[in-house]
């Protein structure tokens, strides 16, 4: 128990800090408040999700578990980039099955796991259309990608979505039969 509360104590956020929460992405610290709940004192960092018109709790203690984390670096950035880039992986498994694992990519938190479902999702003009499914997936792991990438580059989040998707139109090459 020590140890996890001298990590919780380590998550030094602020109110303005950015912070990611992996289940809704890219949130701005507005607070640390105590609230008693169940007849324990908590601390808990309120976090302000803009996009969604969402204010989440976190309890201190559970920051690390729950999976909250600061802003990526540019080095993570970069990779995450990189992975946009990379060659299109589509597994010949049923949708629901896809589905999932992309699912999974998009709440890890994770912004190479959430590029790498852009860049796999990602359609050019030219080729077949998407599914409602995946068009609806596509667009929340570009918008979770975005604006990570909007928060560490302190651009707007239409302008980080257009820098993506620009780089996904200069790497499109045709699918191999």
């Known amino acids: 128990m020590t140890g996890k509360k001298a990590t919780a104590e380590q998550l030094e956020y602020s109110a303005g800090d950015f912070v990611v929460y992996p289940a809704h992405g890219v949130g701005r610290v507005v607070g640390i408040e105590k ?6 004192t908590l601390k808990l960092f309120v976090i302000q999700f803009d996009k969604e018109r969402m ?13 909250l984390r ?8 970069d990779a995450a980039l990189k992975a946009l880039k990379g060659k299109v992986r589509i597994k010949r498994t049923m949708w629901s099955r896809r ?3 992309y699912e999974a990519k998009i709440n890890s938190g994770d912004p190479v796991a959430v590029a790498e479902v852009v860049r796999d999702l990602h359609r050019g003009a030219d080729q077949p259309d998407q599914s409602y499914s995946e068009r609806q997936m596509y667009q929340a792991a570009l918008d979770r990608l975005a604006r990570e990438l909007a928060a560490v580059e302190d651009i707007d989040q239409e302008a980080a979505t257009i820098k993506l998707e620009k780089m996904l139109l200069a790497t499109i090459v045709p699918p191999v039969a």
């Open 35 to 40: 609230q008693m709940i169940a007849g324990e």
């Open 70 to 77: 600061k802003l990526s670096n540019r080095k993570v950035i």
């Open 55 to 67: 204010t989440l709790r976190v309890p201190v203690e559970k920051a690390t578990k729950s999976g």
């Open 99 to 101: 589905a999932q694992e």
